[in-house]
């Protein structure tokens, strides 16, 4: 049985970079993998290809899954058409629980591993529902680690408008001109007017 893995943090931490190295990592050994990301960052609603794309530059074509999206179904199909040795997932924490399931099925049925990266609260510090099933069920789990501008551990996200203030109600999930802030759940707080 293969296993399902999460790597999680807040904002800026570098989950995209760790994924794409990985990846090249199998993929130098003569190893076939496949990409996923979240098809939210697509312009384009009927693609069904897009990029993971990390802040220092590396990037690499990979499928893009929607809230439909059976994972099983396309990773099955993926690997009776050839090779196929491991599974990567960015932005993990949109994906919906019946897909979380579908990539453990993945694992325990297909019998290959299926490596999850993304953030675990919102700018709210609310659990996303990928997310909350990813730590209820990964059989590994890691935190990779930011830092707060003081210097501490950061484990949270601030959404900021344009001006710099902290947004504090809203659509969980946003794809626009807002920045996020990687902090420490203390000046996440005071951030926020908590």
Same mark, same amino acid.
């Given at each position: 049985?293969?296993?399902?893995?999460?790597?999680?943090?807040?904002m800026?931490?570098?989950?995209?970079a760790?994924?794409?190295?990985?990846?090249?990592?199998?993929?130098?050994?003569?190893?076939?993998?496949?990409?996923?990301?979240?098809?939210?960052?697509s312009?384009? !609603?009927?693609a069904?290809?897009g990029?993971?794309?990390?802040?220092?530059g590396?990037?690499?074509d990979?499928?893009?899954?929607?809230?439909?999206?059976?994972?099983?179904?396309?990773?099955?199909?993926?690997?009776?058409?050839? !090779?196929?040795?491991?599974?990567?997932?960015?932005?993990?924490q949109?994906?919906?629980?019946?897909q979380?399931w579908?990539?453990?099925?993945?694992?325990?049925?297909?019998?290959? !591993?299926?490596?999850?990266?993304? =953030?675990?609260?919102?700018?709210?510090?609310?659990?996303?529902?990928?997310?909350?099933?990813? =730590?209820?069920?990964?059989?590994?789990?890691r935190?990779? +680690?930011?830092?707060?501008?003081?210097?501490?551990?950061?484990?949270?996200?601030a +959404?900021?408008?344009?001006?710099?203030?902290?947004?504090?109600?809203?659509?969980?999930?946003?794809?626009?001109?807002e920045?996020?802030?990687s902090?420490?759940?203390?000046?996440?707080?005071?951030?926020?007017?908590?």
């Open positions: 049985m293969s296993k399902l893995y999460f790597t999680y943090s807040a800026n931490a570098g989950k995209s760790i994924l794409l190295q990985a990846a090249y990592n199998y993929r130098e050994r003569g190893m076939q993998v496949m990409l996923w990301t979240s098809g939210l960052y312009n384009a !609603p009927e069904v290809m990029e993971i794309v990390s802040r220092i590396l990037q690499a990979a499928h893009l899954y929607r809230g439909k999206t059976d994972m099983f179904a396309a990773i099955e199909a993926q690997k009776a058409a050839g !090779p196929l040795d491991a599974i990567f997932v960015d932005e993990a949109f994906l919906t629980k019946a979380v579908q990539l453990a099925h993945v694992g325990d049925t297909l019998g290959l !591993p299926v490596l999850c990266y993304g =953030l675990r609260t919102d700018f709210q510090g609310e659990m996303f529902e990928g997310a909350a099933t990813l =730590l209820a069920i990964a059989d590994n789990l935190e990779a +680690r930011t830092i707060c501008h003081c210097g501490s551990k950061a484990t949270m996200t +959404r900021m408008d344009e001006a710099g203030n902290a947004i504090t109600t809203g659509a969980q999930v946003s794809v626009g001109k920045v996020y802030v902090l420490c759940r203390k000046h996440w707080e005071e951030v926020l007017g908590r």
